[in-house]
């Protein structure tokens, strides 16, 4: 089981880009679909963005869609999601998670959970 643990949060106004950063410690992770998700205040933890055992295999929520990227570098074991055009709405405490092999799109798909990392964007 790989543990994940994210960076790169912080304040920034709209329109800016940020990039974040999520390390799993552990075994094979490569083999293991990883997925950001986030969550806002009084809101549920919702899928942003998935990347699968197979880099091309991607998939994002549909409000983020041309705006966010996720990536990943197996040799670093890492995950990135690059967010540009950020809007106040994408304010959140943004979660790694990972699973085994494909995509999910649930937080309950997931068996591994990072603790978080604060976005705020001011308008």
């Known amino acids: 089981q790989v543990r994940p643990v994210e960076s790169g949060g912080g304040l920034v106004q709209a329109g800016d880009s940020m990039r974040l950063s999520c390390v799993a410690s552990?075994?094979?992770?490569?083999?293991?679909?990883m997925g950001w998700f986030r969550q806002a205040p009084g809101k549920e933890r919702e899928f942003v963005a998935a990347?699968?055992?197979?880099?091309?295999?991607?998939d994002y929520e549909d409000s983020v869609k041309g705006r966010f990227t996720i990536s990943r570098d197996n040799a670093k074991n890492a995950v990135y999601l690059q967010m540009s055009s950020l809007k106040p709405e994408d304010t959140a405490v943004y979660y790694c998670?990972?699973?085994?092999?494909?995509?999910?799109?649930?937080?309950?798909?997931?068996?591994?959970w990072g603790q978080g990392t604060e976005v705020t964007v001011s308008s």
């Open positions: 998670a990972a699973r085994p092999r494909e995509i999910g799109y649930q937080p309950w798909e997931y068996n591994s």
């Open positions: 552990g075994h094979l992770f490569s083999t293991y679909a």
């Open positions: 990347i699968g055992e197979i880099p091309r295999d991607t």
